[in-house]
């Protein structure tokens, strides 16, 4: 099957810095990523969506200037978190689709990100 | 608006069966998907239902009805390792997932 990574799997930082995660497509282009937030006990909400080469499409009530997306190449997408503060701890997952309609997503492994 | 409803948590025996609900209602629909995921994990692709009636694959099995709006899971032979949260997700028309809150199952010996 298909293999999304993640980087880094974990993360501690001050508040007020920013924190890159990383997510790759290692054996599959993928033309489609998604960015969740999972708090616990919660389901996973969708942030945003990201199609290569394209501006990311956020959801309702996600902040794009404070999370940025870059979808640079079909296997890489970045989720930067600007400024982060302690509400933003939370659990960070992409998950990348090869085409644009009826397809399994692949999920990274998350990042936990904690916020000090 | 959209909507997933599944119940929040349900309690089995290891061994025996467990069916986990979820019903729906979605602008539009392209099929209905099932993740496991375990506690700190990501979830994990269990089945895919865009027809209607029953998928099995292993102790798993999906079943759809597009007309009630309504799936559920079933696994059997129920072990250990198989208590996790089970998410259902409906593809809506413009191939978005609709997510909902997730079943956590617990597995008692």
């Known amino acids: 099957g298909a293999v999304v990574s993640q980087h880094p799997s974990w993360v501690i930082c001050k508040s007020g810095t920013s924190v890159k995660i990383e997510c790759r497509s290692l054996?599959?282009?993928?033309?489609?990523m998604f960015w969740y937030r999972q708090f616990p006990k919660q389901s996973l909400m969708l942030m945003a969506t990201?199609?290569?080469?394209?501006?990311?499409?956020?959801e309702q009530g996600v902040e794009k200037d404070k999370f940025l997306i870059n979808h640079a190449s079909l296997t890489l997408s970045t989720l930067t978190v600007t400024s982060a503060h302690p509400e933003d701890s939370s659990f960070y997952i992409c998950?990348?689709?090869?085409?644009?309609?009826?397809?399994?997503?692949?999920f990274g492994p998350g990042t936990r990100l904690t916020v000090l | 608006g959209q909507n997933i409803d599944q119940p929040t948590e349900m309690t089995a025996t290891e061994g025996a069966i467990v069916q986990i609900n979820c019903t729906y209602q979605?602008?539009?629909?392209?099929?209905l998907f099932w993740y496991q995921q375990h506690a700190g994990e990501a979830p994990t692709f269990l089945s895919y239902?865009?027809l209607d009636g029953l998928e099995e694959k292993g102790r798993f099995s999906s079943f759809l009805s597009r007309s009630k709006g309504y799936s559920y899971l079933l696994l059997k032979e129920l072990q250990m390792k198989d208590s996790a949260s089970y998410l259902c997700?409906?593809?809506?028309?413009?191939?978005?997932?609709?997510w909902g809150a997730g079943t956590k199952l617990i597995i008692k010996p």
């Open positions: 979605t602008s539009g629909f392209n099929g």
């Open positions: 239902n865009v």
């Open positions: 997700a409906v593809m809506d028309s413009n191939y978005q997932l609709i």
């Open positions: 054996d599959f282009q993928a033309t489609t």
């Open positions: 998950s990348a689709r090869l085409g644009q309609g009826v397809e399994e997503q692949f």
């Open positions: 990201s199609n290569e080469g394209s501006k990311a499409t956020y």
